[in-house]
């Protein structure tokens, strides 16, 4: 049912021209490193938050979720689509010790895609997300997962990286990072 509800959203999505790619569990799915899915997460360039809001009332339920600390996103949406919760986040910024980390979602930031039934689905890259899962509590086994894949598999967008550390970052991260980037770059 979830990828049958991401091939359905990602029709509508590429109708519309919106700029989107998916992250979190489907995208660690789609390279192995994790069995089950727990739901869709769909990063959405801001510009096309307006078209992404009307697609979304017309496909699901919208739903409330408590506030938290963690983020300062500027446009977060949550939905029920098919029963699969959906999680659309545009600006998506994270606060933490040192300040904020803001995502960065550009054409740079969708590396590669997957099909389901002809349908063309934008993949978020596994380097910004092994950045924001380092900031996002309890997330460290993710954090070991991706590592530990780019390590074996290498990378083809060192760049990401490079330009992660430019942000506001904690030293900790920072340091990962740049060991991370230091050893890829052999």
Same mark, same amino acid.
């Given at each position: ?6 091939? $359905? ?16 569990s ?9 069995? %089950?899915? &727990?739901?869709?997460?769909?990063l959405?360039?801001?510009e096309?938050?307006?078209k992404v809001?009307n #697609? ?9 979720k ?6 300062l996103t ?8 098919n029963?699969?919760?959906? !999680?659309?986040?545009g600006?998506?910024i994270?606060?933490?010790?040192n300040?904020?980390?803001e /995502?960065?979602f550009?054409?740079? &930031? #969708?590396? &590669?895609?997957?099909?389901? +039934? ?6 978020? %890259?596994?380097? !910004?997300w /092994?950045?924001? /899962?380092?900031? #996002?509590?309890?997330?460290? $086994?993710?954090?070991?997962? #991706?590592?530990? $894949?780019?390590l ?6 060192? +760049? ?21 980037? !230091?050893y890829?770059?052999?």
């Open positions: 049912m979830m990828f049958e509800t991401l091939r $359905y959203i990602g029709e509508k999505l590429n109708h519309e021209g919106v700029k989107w790619a998916v992250g979190a489907i995208l660690l799915n789609h390279y192995g490193l994790v069995d %089950s899915p &727990s739901d869709i997460d769909i959405i360039d801001l096309h938050k307006e809001d #697609i979304f009332k017309s496909l699901g339920v919208g739903e409330e408590g506030k938290t600390t963690t983020y500027k446009y977060f949406g949550e939905y029920k689509v029963n699969v919760d959906v !999680d659309i986040m600006g998506f994270i606060n933490h010790e300040g904020q980390y /995502y960065v550009d054409e740079n &930031s #969708i590396t &590669s895609s997957m099909e389901l +039934d002809g349908i063309n689905i934008p993949l978020a %890259s596994l380097e !910004d /092994y950045v924001a /899962y380092q900031l #996002i509590p309890n997330r460290d $086994y993710k954090v070991e997962i #991706i590592e530990n $894949y780019l074996k598999h290498g990378t083809k967008h060192i +760049d990401l990286l490079k330009r992660a550390m430019k942000q506001e970052l904690p030293d900790h991260v920072k340091d990962r990072i740049s060991k991370l980037v !230091d890829l770059s052999k």
